[in-house]
Every structure is written in structure tokens, then in C-alpha cells.
């Protein structure tokens, strides 16, 4: 029996995927749960449809990442933090603190994690800061200027 996964199934399959499963199990559990839909020409063109839905969102997505990162190649953060002798910093930027200047500032919101340099910044002068936009492909440099 051929079946379309309304959702994730265990050892069977991910969403959206035609997979060949035996009569009983289709029947008597994935059609039952509401896990799947039989494979006919009309569930066939909704499956179609709801890709092609799904990666004219991704398009979109991608292309709302890469305007950001075009916003963040023109932005640089500005922070002052206590320093001592020789340029000995007390304490130091976080990621957190990035998020929050950027959100008020510009507008933009990234989240915390997206960071792929997820060290606090305790040094001074410029620092580039990459930052995972959209699935690896689009990845943005946040600078900070860090001043004493």
C-alpha cells in the first residue's frame, strides 16, 4: 500500500514522503492515527502544491537573509566597557547584549544561538562576528567596536 506521511513516523518516514508500507499497518494504524493519506492523483496534486508552497517560502526566507546581511555589512556596534591598565577589560560584551543593541538600534532581530562565534568578546578595538542567517548558506558579520 502506498501511503503520502501527513507527519513524522519512526523507522517509516518524514512528512511529505510517498513511502510503500504493508496493507495492515497502513490501514490499521498510519490511516487511522491520521499519520497518512492513501496515495491517489487528487492527494498526489495537493502534495505538489503544498512543495511548491514550501519552497517558494524558503526563496523567501533566503532572500529576507540576504537583505539583512546586506543591513549588517553597514552596521557597527559601538560598546564602552571598563578597562584597566594596558587595556585590561572588566568584563566583556555578550552575545545577548549584541542582540539586544541591534534590535533596538536597527530593528533587526537575530537570535543568540545564530551566532557561530558564541564567545564573549573581552578585548578591545573591532571585532567581526559571523552569524548563521539562514541554514549555513547565508552567513552575516556582525562588527563591534569595543571601547574602554
Given at each position: ?31 487511522k ?10 492527494s ?16 523567501q ?18 560598546f564602552?566597557?571598563k ?7 572588566f ?11 541591534l ?46
Amino acid at each position: 500500500m502506498k501511503v503520502i506521511l501527513l507527519d513524522d513516523v519512526k523507522k517509516v518516514g518524514k512528512k511529505g514522503d510517498v513511502v510503500e508500507v504493508s496493507d495492515g499497518y497502513g490501514r490499521n494504524f498510519l490511516l487511522k492515527q491520521k499519520l497518512a493519506v492513501l496515495v491517489t492523483k487528487k492527494s498526489m496534486e495537493i502534495l505538489d502544491e503544498q512543495n511548491l508552497q514550501h519552497d517558494l517560502e524558503e526563496k523567501q526566507k533566503e532572500a529576507d537573509a540576504e537583505e539583512v546581511k546586506k543591513k549588517l555589512a553597514n552596521i557597527v556596534l559601538e560598546f564602552h566597557v571598563k578597562s584597566g591598565n594596558g587595556g585590561r577589560v572588566f568584563g566583556s560584551v555578550s552575545t545577548k547584549q549584541i542582540v539586544a543593541q541591534l534590535h533596538n538600534e536597527y530593528g533587526i532581530k537575530i537570535e543568540k544561538r545564530k551566532f557561530i562565534d558564541k564567545d564573549p568578546i573581552s578585548s578591545l578595538g573591532y571585532t567581526d562576528l559571523k552569524v548563521d542567517l539562514y541554514k549555513n548558506k547565508v552567513i552575516g558579520v556582525v562588527r563591534v567596536h569595543v571601547n574602554g
